[in-house]
């Protein structure tokens, strides 16, 4: 009868861990941003300085990404939260290392959210950003709302644009963008959204591309 009992304890015991362990696990695991499967990145040396992974913000993403991050309260609970661009390490100038596929390797927007002083990943927007190059700059800076995406396009034909973003029920929304063309036409414009109609998830990279043609045609 004791040999039983003891056999019945052990049960208890091992199950008691499982649960402990698969829950412990269930805790720590993160999203994971892996480097592009299709990145085309041959060099040895190139190869050894994108390995490993980054814990950062809430999120685990590949070491080929170098992280620009700005500070902001989004939410205004007077805690400090973060807004990040994960941007492909070669954009950044290391050395030679460009894959072929540099132009189409785009940044990537992540949001975090301070809980309990740790970060937890908020929003991720992969569509958002475009790569700079030498005739196009974009910068995101922080203002009393939310961010400010600014997307320019220099030289002879100069396109100038600059994207408001504001949190409000728990999202982020697009509340205006304002275009300015130096190109072969010039104007001033700028685009108003109603209250709540266009999330930033729904904001693509080509919509100003969009935005310039429409008003050109004005």
Do not use: H
């Amino acid at each position: 009868m004791k040999f039983i009992f003891y056999i019945f304890i052990t049960i208890l015991f091992f199950i008691s861990c499982s649960k402990n362990t698969n829950k412990n696990i269930g805790d720590n695991q993160k999203d994971t941003i892996k480097a592009p499967k299709n990145s085309f990145i041959e060099k040895k040396n190139c190869l050894e300085q994108i390995q490993g992974y980054k814990d950062r913000y809430g999120i685990i993403f590949s070491n080929y990404y170098q992280d620009e991050p700005l500070s902001f309260d989004f939410d205004n609970n007077k805690t400090i939260d973060t807004i990040a661009v994960l941007k492909s390490s070669y954009e950044n100038g290391i050395g030679d290392c460009y894959p072929e596929n540099s132009d189409s390797d785009f940044p990537v927007l992540l949001i975090s959210k301070t809980i309990n002083k740790k970060s937890k990943i908020f929003k991720i927007y992969n569509n958002v950003l475009k790569c700079n190059t030498p005739v196009y700059y974009e910068e995101i800076k922080i203002n009393k709302s939310g961010f400010v995406i600014s997307k320019d396009l220099i030289g002879n034909n100069g396109f100038y644009t600059k994207t408001y973003v504001s949190f409000r029920t728990n999202d982020f929304y697009v509340d205006s963008i304002s275009a300015e063309s130096w190109g072969w036409k010039q104007y001033k414009k700028t685009i108003q959204f109603k209250n709540k109609t266009f999330k930033l998830s729904k904001y693509k990279r080509t919509d100003i591309d969009s935005i310039r043609n429409i008003l050109d045609k004005d």
